[in-house]
């Protein structure tokens, strides 16, 4: 069975520095795809970057970075420059095929980021 | 392009009521999934929809619950005889299935339920 672990509960960061997030995951599968989320203290569940496991590069969208060790088996959020904006809490999630066709996401159990001013 | 949204964002229920969740896609996803949270953890899947079949029930739902979507658009949650165990947080997702390659699914507000 697929599993994400992320063993920061929380984490600290000043701001306008630099922070990252450790993620690492289980799978038997071959290609696969993982995810990074951000849901604020509002609860909505934000999109932030995506990686695939056949993905020659890290992705990169903005501010943020996946920093993407496949065999190692993690998949590390890193945020440049954070701003107070930022403080939420942070989910990794994997694609897990459903058999019928779709997917379904499972998700780590995230890691609350404090960005103090 | 708007969002998904969900309808209600809080509901406040007594152990026994049933309720009645709403969930509207974006306009072009033809995939539709739910997922519950409770305080403290990550989103565990409950079912998800292509069109109006419903693909895949996770065994979290269990009998009291019941999701349609029935043209294939918005989509209902409901919970019958509800308990203590069911206040959460319930999410809903879309997805496009052009986007085959990721999936990447883009989530609601949510319904906070709380039962006392």
């Known amino acids: 069975a697929q599993k994400i672990t992320q063993t920061q509960p929380g984490m600290f960061v000043q701001e306008k520095e630099a922070v990252t997030l450790d993620c690492t995951y289980d799978?038997?599968?071959?290609?696969?795809?993982l995810f990074w989320y951000k849901q604020p203290s509002s609860g909505e569940m934000i999109f932030l970057i995506y990686q695939g496991s056949y993905d020659e590069q890290n992705a990169t969208e903005g501010r943020y970075s996946l920093n993407f060790q496949k065999a190692r088996k993690s998949a590390n959020l890193v945020i440049s420059a954070s701003q107070l904006g930022d403080s939420a809490m942070y989910f990794c999630?994997?694609?897990?095929?459903?058999?019928?066709?779709?997917?379904?996401?499972?998700f780590g159990a995230g890691t609350r980021l404090f960005v103090k001013a | 392009d708007t969002g998904v949204s969900q309808d209600p964002r809080h509901k406040i229920t007594k152990r026994g009521q049933n309720v009645t969740f709403r969930c509207d896609p974006i306009s072009e996803h033809n995939r539709l999934y739910w997922y519950r949270q409770t305080l403290g953890q990550g989103p565990e899947f409950l079912t998800y929809?292509?069109?109006?079949?419903?693909?895949?029930k996770s065994r979290l739902l269990s009998d009291r619950f019941s999701a349609e979507r029935p043209k294939g658009s918005f989509s209902t949650l409901e919970i019958q005889r509800t308990e203590q165990g069911d206040s959460a947080m319930y999410l809903c997702?879309?997805?496009?299935?052009?986007?085959?390659?990721?999936?990447?699914?883009?989530f609601g507000p949510g319904t906070r339920l709380t039962v006392l």
């Open positions: 929809f292509q069109n109006e079949a419903q693909l895949e």
């Open positions: 997702a879309s997805s496009n299935v052009r986007d085959s390659l990721t999936d990447t699914q883009y």
């Open positions: 799978t038997s599968d071959q290609s696969y795809g």
């Open positions: 999630a994997m694609r897990d095929p459903s058999g019928t066709g779709g997917f379904k996401t499972i």
